[in-house]
Each structure stands twice: as C-alpha cells, then as structure tokens.
C-alpha cells in the first residue's frame, strides 16, 4: 500500500521518527516508520534555507524526478516526496545494512568474489539507468549501500542527469573518481559511468582509489596520464578487468553489457538469497 502512496499527500505526521542514520550538508537521514502500514522506510529531511543558499534547489529537484522513475533491485528507491514551510522530505526505501565505504573501512578490502558481486550489481543498476538514457556521473562508494540481503544498492542521484545524446558539460563527482574527459574539456557521456565503475571495483579490492595526488591538478595528471598501479595480490583476471574499464578514451572503455554477462564475472558472483539480521 505504500506505492498507492505516491499519489497521496504525505505529512510528517504519518511517520513515526526513529533514529538518525546519517548528516549530510543539508539535512538528515532518519529510519522511520509509516505509521499506518508500519512500514521501514529512511526519511531523507533537506532544510530549504541550506539548499538555496547553496543553490542546490535543482540537484534536488532532478534527484527527485530521477529517482521517481527507477524500479531495480539494485536502485535505491523513493516512494514519494512531501514538504513543508521549511524542509523537504523525501520517503526512502531503508537498506538495512548500511553503507558500503563505512563497510570497506572496517574490512580494509573485500575478498575477490565480494567485490566484484558488489560490480555487477552495480553494472545492473547502471544498464537500468542507461536504459532509461541516464547518466549517474557520482558512483563512489559513499553513494552505494547494502541491502538486507548484503546486495548493493545505488543511491543519491543528485548528480544524475539524462543523457539524450548530446553530450554533457556540468562538472560534477568526486575528484579521485572524475574520468579524464571531465578533468580536461568536460564532454561527457555515459560511458564515463563505465571510468567509475572501474576506479570502483579498484578501490573495493584494493581498499584506496588508483589515483592520488596532493591537491587537485596533481589528481588530475595522475588522472589524465593513467598512473596507478594494480598492487600483485590482485588476481590477473580482475586486474585484466579493471585495464579494461580504466581507459582515456571513452568510446574504448568496455561496454558495462559485457561486464554484466562476463562468464567469469557470473562465475564469482555471490548468491543473495539470505536476508542478513
Ligand atoms: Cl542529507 C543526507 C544525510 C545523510 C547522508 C548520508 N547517508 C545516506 C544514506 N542513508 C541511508 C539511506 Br538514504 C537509506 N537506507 C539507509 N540505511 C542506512 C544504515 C543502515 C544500517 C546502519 C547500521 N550499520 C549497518 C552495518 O553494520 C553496522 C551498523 C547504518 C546505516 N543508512 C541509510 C544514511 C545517511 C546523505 C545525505
């Protein structure tokens, strides 16, 4: 019944407020519960003042309209939005078992098999939303949480943007996981989705990401000039992989349908058929 709910009006009043989950720059996360339906869900509240000041008003705006539209396991859903005088809220479904980094900092790195079942459900989530000719362009791990199952669930489409062809220009994402094409002249399509997936899977199974540098510019030459290594206890295989998808020039990076159907990637795959308490 929650979904009849996006037509409904929803106010804070139909929640009961648990305990908060996360601070972000401009607002909070809290679980909460629906009180008819005594149903979980995370309540992302976003305070109005911090989004103007900061002219976020259309990151938000295009989260929301992007994220109204996805239906994939391995997408974090929404199932409404309400506002008041001063905030907005939006309904969140409520991954139980939290967020990959703070995941990957306890573990330090994750075993082979794990890593790249976190990959192709990421590829999944990615297909999904080219299907729907949208770029996610911010994929790191603190976008990424972990359903109840243990499965991999991509969040905050706040950089989303929908990529009908044209390329794009805006600068977004986080320095250590920018595809060269947008550290240099900012054209952009979705294959830079692919640059991400692979600096992804090199920071889950190497526990840092492959490029570093003091400030920004050196960041970026590091970025630009392809300087990083695979450190040897990571398989050839996985190495070989992540070759593939850490390439400068966009149109030759590997396609994420490939990656999705690898044998040897479905081969490594985990099942994720326990619900984790
Ligand atoms: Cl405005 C804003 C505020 C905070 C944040 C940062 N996080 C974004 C993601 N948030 C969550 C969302 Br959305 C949806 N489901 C969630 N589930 C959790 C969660 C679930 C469980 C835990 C508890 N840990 C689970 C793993 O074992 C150790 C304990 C911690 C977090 N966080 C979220 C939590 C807050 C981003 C933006």
Redesign the pocket.
Known sequence: EILEAERRTWTINNFDIGRP?????????YLAREKKSEFIV?L?V?FKKELMKHGQENVLRREIEIQARLRHPNC?MMYGYFYDETKVYLI????????LF??LQSVGRFPEAEALTYLAELTDALLHLHSKNIIHRDIKPENL?IGGYGELKL??FGWSVHSSGKDRKTVCGTPDYLPPEMCKDKLHNKSCDIWCAGVLLYELLVGNAPFEGRDHKALFENICGLNYRIPPFVSSSASKLIRDMLVINPSKRRPLETIARDPWVQGQRLKRDTLII
């Open positions: 989950l996360g601070k972000g720059k401009f607002g909070r996360v995370a992302k976003l974090l969140l479904e409520y991954a139980a078992c939290g967020e703070k995941k949480l969040a905050d």
